[in-house]
């Protein structure tokens, strides 16, 4: 981010990022501060501080559409691993992770659909070393 002064909205954007995924969320703004931080703080002030903020949808719900999404593109898995931490940091189980990836099977197809199951087991492996629970 650059230097200046945070705006609410970055802070309402901060905040919900750190709510939905905590660390992993904030090492992928921390990543691009040397090379973008405008991008770094493009995410977090628009999909985190206007549209994840919004009335209308929990949190989950918000999540089950994201994790469908980035499924159902099969070209984003560094963000799809991160949003199903997310959606597990919000409330969905493992259960319904893996049957919003046969649902995308339907719609995305299965490479789609394998790509992302694939995701999940990982996700699920590195929560279960790092001892990290599911909400």
Known sequence: MNE????????????KLKEIDG???EKVIESLKDIA?????????YPFGDVYSREGLDLKSREIATVSALTAMGNATPQLKVH???????????????????????????PSALNGIFAAKE????RDEKGLSDS
């Open 23 to 25: 660390e992993a969320g």
């Open 84 to 110: 199903i931490h997310g959606a597990l940091n919000v409330g969905c189980s493992r259960e319904e992770i893996v049957e919003i990836m046969i649902q995308m099977s339907v719609y995305a197809g299965f």
């Open 4 to 15: 200046k002064e945070p705006t609410e909205r970055f802070k309402r954007g901060l905040a």
């Open 123 to 126: 996700v699920f492996q590195e």
């Open 37 to 45: 931080p405008d991008l770094g703080r493009y995410v977090i002030e």
